[in-house]
């Protein structure tokens, strides 16, 4: 099973400003995918990473809001731009390996 | 568009009991359905996944069932200890374009000593 290591942790950051979150893999991947989790809410699919190529992103996210960065095949970053409250949630990276989906610990990010 | 509910919302019971977790999805186009458990600070653990030509599966303490044409699947848990309170969450991986997983919310369980 793939290991995957997701930093911060957690973090609270004043209104306006950004975080980068860090998602690295203890193996080589192809796809990485970035999730939301709202309070009270399901995971909610921001964008696919792929290595060497654009990130894919679902209806409602946006490259100016959550750009992210696909250096190569075992790391990834999303940053949250320019934050508001709304932006308050819990952030996952995930990779498949066959037929199941591993998850980084999360970051619970507060915006204040 | 899938949609994944999770009923109900939270649990709470006697430890050593045994109970049943729910969860319905619109489209019975999926590859497969995943249960994850989540645990505060620790990101999420798959527990079972039940492929979309299976009928169950088990591991330990666990059994998921899938049912493609009434939309729903089930996780069994026998004889629950403290340990297995958690939220759980189940997922199901679509077909048709853009293979993604959509997830329910999630039902949150206590068991209690």
């Known amino acids: 099973s793939a290991v995957i290591s997701q930093k911060p942790s957690r973090d609270i950051c004043q209104r306006g400003t950004s975080l980068t979150i860090q998602c690295q893999v203890d193996?080589?991947?192809?796809?990485m995918f970035w999730y939301r989790q709202q309070p009270g809410q399901s995971l909610t699919l921001i964008a696919t990473?792929?290595?060497?190529?654009?990130?894919?992103?679902e209806s409602g996210f946006v490259i100016d809001k959550f750009p992210i960065s696909r250096p190569n095949l075992t790391f990834s970053t999303l940053t949250v731009s320019n934050m508001s409250p709304e932006d308050s949630s819990i952030y996952l990276c995930?990779?498949?390996?066959?037929?199941?989906?591993?998850f980084g610990q999360g970051t619970r990010l507060t915006v204040v | 568009k899938q949609e994944v509910t999770q009923i109900p919302a939270a649990l709470s019971v006697p430890e050593g009991e045994n109970l049943v977790l729910n969860c319905s999805f619109t489209?019975?186009?999926?590859?497969?359905l995943q249960w994850f458990r989540q645990d505060p600070g620790k990101g999420l653990t798959s527990l079972l996944l039940?492929?979309?030509?299976?009928r169950e599966q088990t591991s330990g303490r666990l059994n998921a069932s899938l049912d493609k044409s009434s939309g729903r699947s089930t996780l069994y848990i026998a004889a629950s200890q403290p340990g297995d309170s958690a939220t759980y969450l189940c997922?199901?991986?679509?077909?048709?374009?853009?293979?993604?997983?959509?997830f329910g919310k999630g039902t949150k369980l206590t068991v209690n000593p």
């Open positions: 995930s990779v498949p390996q066959g037929a199941l989906a591993f």
């Open positions: 193996s080589q991947v192809t796809m």
């Open positions: 990473a792929n290595q060497g190529s654009e990130a894919t992103y």
């Open positions: 489209d019975s186009a999926i590859y497969n």
């Open positions: 039940i492929q979309s030509s299976q």
């Open positions: 997922a199901a991986l679509t077909q048709g374009g853009s293979e993604k997983l959509v």
